[in-house]
């Protein structure tokens, strides 16, 4: 493989190989957070997502949200309702990043204990050892 790769740009993102494009998409601090957490719950309202996501401003999240959609990773449905209800889940390419994140998860824990575990700053359930499986609302999309 060459590292001279033609520098092309898809949908505003600029990236010369596929890696890059990837992380142009689903790259960054929440993104990867998002998805999994959706992959995990199926749909989730905004703040069902900001209450597990921690440290994240609303701002911030908002933005990530929106780009995950203009991307089509996620969906945003609006029920018209008062107060409005806005729900978001995968899209079919969200639901491919999947089995990385889920790697990606493993990984961390094998980290964490390879390196003698972690400090409990603030006090909660723990996270199951095993990882997560996708939730049974995308039974009928995996492997798409």
């Known amino acids: 493989m060459s590292l001279s790769c033609a520098v092309k740009q898809l949908n505003g993102k ?21 998805l999994y957490h959706l992959g995990n719950a199926g749909v989730l ?16 999240l908002t933005r990530q949200l929106r780009e995950l959609e203009a991307d089509g990773l996620i969906t945003r449905h609006v029920h018209r309702q008062v107060p409005p209800k806005v ?8 639901l491919g990043l999947f089995p990385i994140l889920c790697a990606m998860r493993d990984w961390g ?23 997560r499986a996708l939730h049974p609302r995308y039974a009928g999309q995996a492997g798409s």
């Open 14 to 34: 600029t990236y010369r190989c596929f890696f890059e494009l990837a992380l142009a998409v689903m790259g960054g601090k929440w993104k990867p957070v998002v």
């Open 45 to 60: 309202r905004y703040g069902e997502l900001k209450r597990g996501m921690g440290a994240v401003t609303d701002r911030m």
């Open 87 to 94: 729900e978001y889940s995968l899209t079919a390419q969200g």
């Open 109 to 131: 824990a094998g980290y964490e204990a390879a390196r003698g575990g972690a400090d409990v700053l603030v006090p909660g359930e723990p996270e199951p050892l095993e990882g």
